[in-house]
């Protein structure tokens, strides 16, 4: 029996958790998928996995032997990849997470321009407020905000989201504009689960200033925060790439503009340098090429309308 087959299933069953999923997604009879793990089995001379009427797992041989089999699939993906460049343009399938409001602002518009460069390429674009995990998602790439990495997985980044503290006109005609980071706790104001929860971090002259942040609404998603600030309900710490055209419209008014909220770090996370996929690297490549300028594009016009009014 084809060995290569046989790696492909069994990393399939080990992905799924069920040799039944495993052949539906290679288009296989559950027969012929028990006889290839079995095939495997025997030329690697060890049990590769507990199987039960209910569920199969990984034995401590099989742990080994799926990593394995994973490079050597990648390999030869490369190998194949490499052979016939000359006479095919990219294809294959991406599956990319990011956080919701970075997805609708920025992130659809990149993949956007890549899929028109490369047409026979398909890409799923998962946007969700939880981190997803790489492994068990079947995740190619995830674009996360933040300072606080997972030390497994390599990060690469593309450049840097800053956040304003921001609320309507009609907010700040009813309740004045904060003068002091402290007059902060005597104004309604709307908070993210994850960022700035309950404390903010300003800098401003090079010195940090810590402030209690509380609000009388909290939500996990960026979008919402916008639109409850747009609707009045108080002040937002929000993302530049999600606020800038409501800045330059003046629908919301900057809030403490000589404190800078702390600055984070858009990264591109993926599982490993070595067996790179090629369709993986290119899209690396044009994520590093539209951030390539100092300031990102959502921001320049912040940039240009401060220096004409400076």
């Known amino acids: ?26 288009d296989m009879s559950r027969a012929m998928v028990s006889r290839n793990l079995e095939s495997l089995e ?4 060890t049990r590769l996995l507990h199987r039960t ?8 041989a099989g742990a080994e032997a799926l990593q ?11 190998v194949k990849a490499v052979a016939g460049a000359r006479q095919s343009a990219p294809a294959g399938r991406l599956r990319i997470a990011t956080a919701t409001s970075f997805g609708q602002a920025c992130l659809a518009d990149v993949v956007a321009q890549f899929l028109a460069r490369y047409p026979q390429v398909e890409i799923e674009l998962l946007a969700q407020e939880r981190t997803v995990n790489l492994v068990e998602d079947r995740i190619d790439l995830a674009v996360r905000i933040g300072n606080q990495l997972d030390e497994s997985l390599i990060a690469r980044r593309l450049g840097d989201c800053h956040s304003v503290l921001c609320a309507s006109p009609a907010y700040i005609d009813a309740a004045g504009m904060p003068a002091e980071p402290e007059s902060l706790s005597s104004h309604r104001c709307i908070t993210h689960a994850y960022v700035g929860r309950n ?23 960026s979008t919402i925060a916008r639109s409850a600030a747009l609707g009045s309900a108080g002040i937002a710490l929000l993302p530049t790439y999600l606020v800038s ?9 900057r809030v403490l503009p000589d404190f800078e909220p702390e600055v984070l770090g858009i990264h591109a996370v ?24 100092p300031t ?15």
């Not at 029996?1 to 492909?8: E, G, H, I, P, V």
């Not at 090079?206 to 939500?219: A, D, E, H, N, Y």
């Not at 055209?245 to 008014?253: I, S």
């Open 1 to 26: 029996m084809d060995r290569f087959t046989a790696m492909q299933v069994f990393v399939q069953i080990a992905e799924r958790g069920s040799l039944t999923e495993a052949g539906q997604a290679l």
């Open 42 to 45: 025997d030329w690697l001379g």
């Open 53 to 60: 009427t209910r569920r199969v797992s990984l034995t401590d």
């Open 68 to 78: 394995r089999c994973r490079q050597v699939l990648e390999l030869t993906g490369e």
């Open 199 to 221: 404390e903010l971090r300003l800098r401003r002259e090079g010195q940090v200033i810590k402030v209690p942040f509380r609000g009388v609404l909290q939500t996990n998603e």
């Open 245 to 253: 055209e409501d800045l330059r419209e003046k629908r919301l008014l």
């Open 270 to 293: 993926y599982l490993s340098r070595q067996h790179q996929p090629p369709l993986l690297r290119l899209m690396l490549d044009h994520l590093a090429n539209y951030f390539s300028e």
């Open 296 to 310: 990102a594009p959502w921001d320049q016009g912040l940039v240009d309308s401060a220096n004409a009014s400076g």
